[in-house]
């Protein structure tokens, strides 16, 4: 296994996967209002006249991306990028549905882990809900911890959630 950061003409594997409604339905319900997503799916838009916007913002903003590549396939992605409203890297893992439940997250994510570390990124946060449980134990599995507890909505319905960390250096 490998990340790969793409190259622009790459990003048709982004769409694919966010587009995908079995892939994405993990996003579904949130209270958000950005451009392009879908409430029922979780789906996100990502037409072709975005690609080089967004390559470019992950470059100008030190974004990091990259597709995870297992033998010749993509089979996801993992991501991080800084929060200024938390002061903190946020960090992220997407496997496609038919990729799920092979055993690629945990690698991935130590590779991302890995990654911050060379970017001198002290920690890496992310949040989800807690019945995500098999998400859960990866993480954890990997070496983050949970720092928080708290709620917010999904599909209109209060929903408990988790902020978890982990030290990428010392």
Known sequence: MELVVPKLEEYYYEKQLEED???MSYNAGY?????????????IDFPESKWEKTYQ??????RYFAYIKVNDKYV???NYQYDKSEDRYDCGILIEAK????????E?????????YKNN???????????REGTLDLFLSVGFEIIEEKTWNKFEKQ?????????TRG
């Open 21 to 23: 409604p079995n892939t």
């Open 99 to 106: 990729y799920r439940g092979l055993g690629y997250s945990k």
């Open 121 to 131: 990124i002290e920690y890496l946060y992310d949040t989800f809900e807690k019945y």
């Open 31 to 43: 209270d958000v209002s950005y451009e392009g997503y879908h409430y029922d799916t979780g789906c």
């Open 159 to 167: 929903v408990d959630g988790v902020v978890v960390r982990i030290k």
């Open 57 to 62: 913002k992950r470059i100008s903003e030190n």
């Open 76 to 78: 996801g992605y993992v």
């Open 108 to 116: 991935a994510l130590n590779l991302l882990v890995k990654e911050a």
